[in-house]
Antibody
Framework: QVQLVQSGAEVKKPGASVKVSCKAS????????IHWVRQAPGQGLEWMGW????????NYAQKFQGRVTMTWDTSISTAYMELSRLRSDDTAVYYC????????????WGQGTLVTVSS | DIQMTQSPSTLSASVGDRVTITCRAS??????LAWYQQKRGKAPKLLIY???TLESGVPSRFSGSGSGTEFTLTISSLQPDDFATYYC?????????FGPGTKVDIK
């Protein structure tokens, strides 16, 4: 069965970086995009961008351009999202989610990773 | 960016009720709209995509309609498992954007 398993919770200081991993199983990793979506405490969902593990193509939301980097390692079917220059308002649960290459809906999601930014 | 709005923000209903949630886009998104259900502390779950296509395994009491800028999610007979928050999302143009959510709680 399709599974996306994310790395554990992180606590970071303002100005630091965080790298969250998302390990895929149950499907061909390179045949689907991986998206990243975040949710601040008690708030709604915010799409951050996607990466295509086959072509290496990416699309980042303008809001995160220059601070976010999405990468992957095909050998271990894992995608990564690194966010730099963290601020307190980056405190959120970060989700990875899969989509088909063309149909960009998120049909499987990871369990979420809480990133807390606090001094 | 395309702005998504939802109404109502909160909806109180009883088991067996017919429930309708509206989602509006600030410009036309054709039928590139998805609906997700999220329960507290859990990841969202895809219910409907392309405005009206039911995701595999989703109960048929859920249905979606609309195109352009106005969309609806209908639950024909609310079940105990349906009390959750529902989000619409447009994937017509970047950045993909979500509505603010509609919380369906017990009346």
């Amino acid at each position: 069965q399709v599974q996306l398993v994310q790395s554990g919770a992180e606590v970071k200081k303002p100005g630091a970086s965080v790298k969250v991993s998302c390990k895929a199983s149950g499907y061909t990793f390179t045949a689907y995009n991986i998206h990243w979506v975040r949710q601040a405490p008690g708030q709604g969902l915010e799409w951050m961008g996607w990466i295509n593990p086959n072509s290496g193509g990416t699309n980042y939301a303008q809001k995160f351009q220059g601070r976010v980097t999405m990468t992957w390692d095909t050998s271990i079917s894992t995608a990564y999202m690194e966010l730099s220059r963290l601020r307190s308002d980056d405190t959120a649960v970060y989700y990875c989610a899969r989509s088909e290459i063309v149909l960009m809906v998120h049909d499987y999601w990871g369990q979420g990773t809480l990133v807390t930014v606090s001094s | 960016d395309i702005q998504m709005t939802q109404s109502p923000s909160t909806l109180s209903a009883s088991v067996g009720d017919r429930v309708t949630i509206t989602c509006r886009a600030s410009q036309s998104i054709s039928s590139w709209l998805a609906w997700y259900q999220q329960k507290r502390g859990k990841a969202p779950k895809l219910l409907i995509y392309r405005a009206s296509t039911l995701e595999s395994g989703v109960p048929s009491r859920f249905s979606g309609s609309g195109s352009g800028t106005e969309f609806t999610l209908t639950i024909s007979s609310l079940q105990p498992d349906d009390f959750a928050t529902y989000y619409c999302q447009q994937y017509n143009s970047y950045p993909f954007t979500f509505g603010p959510g509609t919380k369906v709680d017990i009346k």
